[in-house]
C-alpha cells in the first residue's frame, strides 16, 4: 500500500525545491540591480549618440563665440603649468557646453543609477563612483573664459584667475564621458543583458570618436586664443 506523506510534509518538501533553485536572495538583487544599470547605460549613450550633430553644432557656436568676443586674448602668454589649466578650462568650456542638450537624459540616468547597489563592493563603488563624477559634471555651468582669459592676460599672466582654478578643481578630476560600464558589472552581466551591451558599446565607440573629432575644436580654439597648452 503506497503510503501518504501529510499535507504539512508536502508542503514542506516543495518549500524546499523551490529555495534550491531560486537564485540567493543577494544574487537576485544583483540580477535586478544589473539589469537597471544596463538598461539605463545604453539609454544614456543612445541619447548622447542621437545627439552628436547638435554637439557639434554647439561646439561650432563656442568657436564662433571665441573669435569674435577674444581672438588673440592670450597673446605672448608663457607656456607653463598655468597655460595647462587654462587649456583645462577651454576643453571644460567645450564639454559642458556640449552635454547641455543631454542633461535631462543624464539626470535620467543619475535617478536609475545612483540608487542600485551590488554584493560585490568593487561593483558598487564603480557604479557610484561614475554617478558622482557624472552628476558634477552635470551642475557645471560653461565657463565665461574669454572674461577668464582677459583677466590673466590684464596681470601679466602672473597668476590664473580664481573663476579658472575653481572651475578646474571641480572639472578636471570629474571628467567622464556619456556611457560607462565598469568591467565587474561585465563580467557578472547575465546572457539576458549581452545584446544590449554590445548595442551600448557600439553607441560608446561613436561617443569617443566624436570626442576625437573635437580635439581639432580644441586646437582652433586654442590657436584663436594664442594660446600654447
Known amino acids: 500500500m503506497r503510503r501518504r506523506c501529510s499535507p504539512a510534509i508536502g508542503l514542506a518538501f516543495a518549500a524546499a525545491l523551490l529555495a534550491l533553485s531560486a537564485p540567493p536572495p543577494a544574487a537576485g538583487a544583483d540580477v535586478a540591480a544589473t539589469r537597471a544599470y544596463v538598461q539605463a547605460n545604453y539609454a544614456l549613450v543612445r541619447s548622447g549618440a542621437a545627439r552628436i550633430p547638435t554637439a557639434r553644432a554647439v561646439l561650432q557656436s563656442v ?19 598655468e597655460s595647462t589649466e587654462f ?9 559642458t557646453s556640449a ?22 563592493h568593487a561593483t558598487t563603488g564603480a557604479v ?20 577668464d582669459v ?10 590664473l584667475p580664481a573663476d579658472t582654478v575653481r572651475f578646474d578643481q571641480q572639472f578636471v578630476p570629474n571628467w567622464v564621458a556619456l556611457g560607462e560600464l565598469p568591467e ?18 557600439h553607441l560608446e565607440e561613436d561617443l569617443t570618436e566624436f570626442e576625437a573629432e ?13 594660446l600654447e597648452p
Open 214 to 226: 573635437a580635439a581639432n575644436t580644441w586646437r582652433e580654439l586654442m590657436n584663436e586664443f594664442e
Open 99 to 120: 552635454i547641455h542638450p543631454d542633461l535631462q537624459a543624464i539626470e535620467t540616468f543619475i535617478r536609475v543609477a545612483a540608487p542600485l547597489r551590488w554584493s560585490s
Open 63 to 81: 568657436l564662433r563665440r571665441v573669435n569674435a568676443e577674444c581672438p588673440r586674448a592670450a597673446a605672448r602668454s608663457p607656456e607653463d603649468g
Open 184 to 201: 565587474p558589472l561585465l563580467r557578472e552581466a547575465s546572457p539576458e543583458e549581452r545584446p544590449l551591451l554590445s548595442r551600448s558599446m
Open 87 to 95: 587649456s583645462n578650462e577651454v576643453i571644460g568650456l567645450m564639454v
Open 150 to 159: 582677459r583677466a590673466w592676460a590684464a596681470g601679466g599672466y602672473a597668476a
Open 128 to 147: 557610484q563612483g561614475y554617478v558622482e563624477k557624472l552628476k558634477t559634471m552635470a551642475a557645471l555651468a560653461p565657463p565665461n573664459v574669454c572674461a
